[in-house]
């Protein structure tokens, strides 16, 4: 028989020590221990894949030789400090390209999400990318979608195939965001390294309007974001709190790069997204979500691991932006919605 | 009242709650967690960079072409940060070999293998795992050769019987099949060097990709806007006019041992055929492999640094890494035709 005295008592005492800890904890960083959810038997699946070609050329062609002393562009920088080169218009000579890799008989995936409300994008982003999207190569849509009716059945070239991916709706738009890393991953593992040697991941709210062609195969090409690419790395929107996994400290970084198109071999793109989305889980067992969710993952994994090469902001261009003299091609960009509706 | 035992009970209680919550929110600062998310190689480049701002509307090299129209970066000083491609080399745990020759009989090379050796201890890869491979009809005259800890010295023998023009038709003979027995199982990349020069300067792993080359100096030199490609139509490496994106210097080149291994078969099978025809394409291997090179363009091109092998001295070259060593003319076979003279000097260390 407890008194009533005695169970205040000890209530109070708890109350205030709960308090004083609440108290403590507010003032102080807090830690969070790491913690990693259960791997998947994907990550552990060892893929066979086949041998990378070299580019070889078969010239019959005409051109005026390159000149040594006269560069293409001089207003932009087109190699990165680790030899990576930085695609704009300018720079390449796209028969040459085009004389390199059609020998290979390629054949080039392109994933896009498709979920909730953003069905109603796949038209125009299927129809432009027939029009400029590695135009005379093989190429397979992955549409990711959770209402596979909803997807148009457009016409396409000859080569090409539409091919739409089932995948689960989440409760929030972050979340399909973030969980894309993981399902491009399954779907590399399952079915995409057996039919495509590189592979692009975009977004599918988005518009081509000028030729996307074999200048952005690589081993592991990221595009520059068009928001950041006239300001110092201090003012890149990384993540900044330490207690993410994509935490990037003050005076750090490269360059800010988007995560509405990346791309490479099949191979590592498998490695890319398995890493994104282990960084991904471990923010999300702490609590923690990305300041640009997957966008955040994306640098910090290609500040460790740097692209092979870039694509400048004409490949993932915002149409709200003004055009500035260094953006000659607008190829690839945003198409105008309304967020909120569209995200709901 | 006095405390009885279900005070007792209450305080334990309280106790035994508030450890609880302690254990699981560690608060001390002494448990401080470091930001290590990505895998233990990584933070290696984790390291700030010490290079100004990246900024994408200020090219490093503003008078020189860095980028070929296949997108192949150009290498020039300023244009890369060794810091990071060092780290990018290491995570790969790489060997890099280097052949060269010094063949007694023609033009006394063996006299250039010490300096050639000392400079490329210490400016070639410098601290990076490096195995020298020195062909050689003479390997009892090498005397012995300092080499830095981490590198390696081989001296193959090789028979010297040979006409002067032959050393470097055979040499890619020779080179192909000892990749074949031999380097492809020690070596990832290789790269052939000729011997008569001195390394002035860090040549470091901004040359390691799959097939690379480097530019000639009198692209920037010549008036001409033409190559000098072999106008005999009927020799092998006859190029057409008009066609050509520069001209490589067959003093360094190298690449991925599977790439190296192609192009050196390549170019020696052209020679024989050649050398079956009667035809000897004057400047023999260097025009085979610039034939190669227009048909396998390469993936990176190092700059006329590389290899700078005139006494002028033009803006655009900012540093001479590897220049060639005064040769004494008196040795040279009579009948060349010597269009690009040998003759310069290079400033001695």
């Known amino acids: 028989m407890i008194s009533r005295k005695v169970l205040v008592g000890s209530l109070v005492c708890l109350g205030a020590v709960a308090a004083v800890i609440w108290a403590l904890a507010g003032t102080r960083k807090v830690h969070y221990l790491p913690y990693y959810l259960p791997c998947p038997e994907i990550f552990s699946m060892k893929l066979q894949y086949t041998e990378e070609k070299l580019i070889q050329l078969f010239p019959q062609l005409f051109y005026q030789q390159p000149r040594v002393l006269a560069p293409k562009r001089q207003d932009v920088l087109t190699v990165t400090p680790w030899l990576a080169p930085i695609v704009w218009e300018g720079t390449f000579n796209p028969e040459i390209l085009d004389s390199a890799y059609r020998p290979l008989n390629l054949t080039i995936g392109v994933t896009a999400f498709a979920v909730g409300k953003y069905t109603r994008f796949v038209r125009r982003f299927l129809e432009s990318a027939e029009r400029h999207f590695m135009r005379g190569y093989r190429v397979n849509y992955y549409i990711f979608t959770d209402s596979p009716e909803s997807i148009p059945r457009a016409q396409l070239r000859p080569g090409r195939r539409l091919l739409t991916v089932p995948v689960q709706r989440h409760s929030s738009w972050q979340e399909i965001s973030m969980r894309r890393m993981e399902t491009i991953n399954r779907h590399v593992a399952e079915v995409s390294h057996r039919e495509v040697q590189y592979l692009f991941c975009l977004d599918v709210d988005m518009v081509f309007h000028n030729p996307w062609g074999p200048e952005t195969l690589g081993d592991t090409v990221a595009a520059i974001h068009p928001g950041y690419f006239q300001v110092p790395r201090e003012q890149f929107p990384y993540e900044r709190r330490s207690s993410s996994a994509a935490f990037i400290p003050k005076g750090e970084g490269d360059f800010y790069y988007g995560g509405a198109v990346f791309g490479g071999l099949v191979k590592n793109i498998y490695e890319f997204t398995k890493s994104c989305h282990m960084t991904i889980l471990a923010d999300k067992a702490n609590g923690v979500m990305a300041a640009w969710q997957e966008e955040s993952h994306l640098n910090r994994h290609f500040l460790t691991h740097k692209p092979s090469k870039l694509l400048s902001p004409e490949y993932i261009w915002d149409d709200r932006k003004p055009k500035p003299p260094e953006i000659r091609l607008i190829r690839f960009s945003t198409v105008d919605k309304n967020y909120k509706e569209v995200r709901n | ?349």
Request: charged share 20%.
């Open chain 2, 1 to 349: 009242m006095g405390i009885t035992k279900v005070h007792g009970l209450a305080i334990l209680l309280t106790a035994g709650i508030t450890g609880a919550i302690w254990y699981h929110h560690p608060f001390s600062p002494a448990r401080d967690r470091e930001h290590a998310a990505s895998p233990a190689e990584g933070s290696v480049l984790c390291r700030k960079t010490d290079l100004d701002e990246t900024s994408l509307l200020l090219p490093w090299r503003q008078d020189v072409l860095v980028l070929t129209p296949w997108l192949a970066p150009i290498v020039w000083e300023g244009t890369f940060n060794r810091d990071i491609l060092n780290a990018q080399y290491l995570q790969k745990n790489l060997v890099t070999g280097v052949v060269t020759f010094a063949v007694e009989k023609s033009l006394r090379y063996v006299q250039f293998i010490e300096g050639f050796m000392r400079s490329a201890n210490k400016y070639f890869l410098a601290g990076h795992h490096v195995n020298f491979y020195l062909f050689t009809d003479s390997p009892k005259k090498i005397s012995h050769l300092q080499m830095a800890p981490e590198n390696h010295l081989f001296v193959i023998p090789v028979q010297n019987d040979r006409r002067w023009q032959d050393i470097p038709t055979s040499r890619m003979d020779i080179i192909s099949s000892y990749i074949h027995s031999q380097f492809q199982y020690e070596v990832d990349y290789l790269y052939s060097v000729d011997v008569d020069v001195q390394l002035l300067a860090d040549i470091g792993v901004e040359i390691i990709d799959a097939l690379v080359a480097t530019i000639s100096s009198w692209q920037i030199t010549s008036q001409i806007e033409n190559n000098d490609h072999e106008t005999h139509p009927e020799s092998q490496a006859a190029i057409p006019e008009g066609h050509g994106d520069f001209h490589y210097s067959a003093s360094f080149y190298g690449g991925s041992v599977s790439e190296v291994y192609k192009l050196t078969r390549a170019c020696s099978e052209g020679l024989m055929e050649d050398r079956e025809n009667g035809i000897e394409a004057w400047w023999h291997h260097e025009r085979h492999l610039n034939k190669y090179l227009l048909h396998h363009r390469p993936t990176r091109l190092l700059s006329p640094e590389y290899y700078w092998d005139t006494e002028l001295s033009p803006s655009s070259i900012q540093v001479k890494r590897m220049c060639p060593v005064r040769k004494d003319s008196s040795r040279q076979a009579p009948e060349t035709k010597n269009v690009k003279p040998l003759l310069f000097t290079a400033p001695l260390n």
